[in-house]
């Protein structure tokens, strides 16, 4: 199948002026290396890792969204294909008048915060219908979709939610507006940028498997970005594991929850309980993920890794390596596996 996205060797820094050139002559902090993924249609690809890894800025220079002019694309590839015979489209190159024609309709963002997301003066009905701004159809086929979208979403009293101001509905509510609205353009790709983060744990799971039914109903594509692999185990389809700015792990999800190759997926998959008793053992990793400032040029993971050798703190990249009788589940570690 005909990839969607592919995003190679994209690497991301900050510390620009509006020409492009390093502002007050400083060098730019480069915050992401190198990174690269591919995404089918229909696919649910989660991008997991701790906070400050880089997946939100992987994910909004795909669209660059990223604060401008201080951020840019200094290496690499976002190649977008927007049919099974269309010839592949370089996001990261394309004029900003075409890329608006792209961002909402053809590729659609679920963000963190469905509060900051959403107009707070505006009803969620106008702002439903805004996204059929460019659309040549009646404004009665518009809520025909709206309703029916709704009510896939599992909403039970759609007027009263269409006629509601953000403030009267609970989170869980709002995200599942963000989702419906993100999906009624009939985008090829969705970015969800942690939406689950401000909610509570049976919400998350309640949103989440809207997300996941009503992409599959359309065949679009889902980039989850997450620090929660239990989520990543759940909904899945394929997974990166992103550390310090780079790609550690990839794979089909169940070959990397049961067959985790590299140390800091496996100390990912440790921390998380399978159940109350299991609170007081339950293992974390020391320290903490580095400032961009601090990234070492060898393996970026060395200083929390219980099993580096001395070759690991060295300047040399990690080499790729491939799961036995794997196709596609590799990751970049000098321990053999």
Known sequence: MKSV??????????GFDKNGTPRDGKTPLQVTDKVSFEIAAGEFFALVGESGC???VT?????????WPSAKIVEGSVLYCAGEDASPIDLAKLP?????????????CIFQEPMQALNPVVTIKKQLLEVFKFCNRSKSDFMTVIREQLTLA????????LNSYPHELSGGML??????MALLSKPRLIIADEPTTALDVTVQAQVLAVLKDMANRTGTAVLLITHNMGIVSQYADRVAVMYAGRIVETGDVRDVIDNPMHPYT????AAIPENHSDMRTMKSIPGSVPHPRDFAKGCRFAARCERCTEQCRSDELPP????????????????EI
Request: net charge positive; proline share 3%.
């Open 266 to 269: 496996q100390g990912l998959l």
């Open 175 to 180: 995200q599942r507006v963000c989702i419906v």
């Open 320 to 335: 790729k390596q491939k799961a036995p009788g794997s196709t596609n589940h590799e990751a970049n570690c000098f321990m």
């Open 96 to 108: 900003l008048a075409d890329l608006q024609k792209i961002r909402g309709s053809e590729i659609a």
């Open 5 to 14: 996205l592919q995003v190679e060797n994209l690497s991301v820094a900050f």
């Open 59 to 67: 994910a909004m220079s795909i669209l660059r969204l990223l604060p």
């Open 154 to 161: 599992g909403f039970k009293d759609i007027d009263r939610v």
């Open 54 to 56: 880089g997946k939100s």
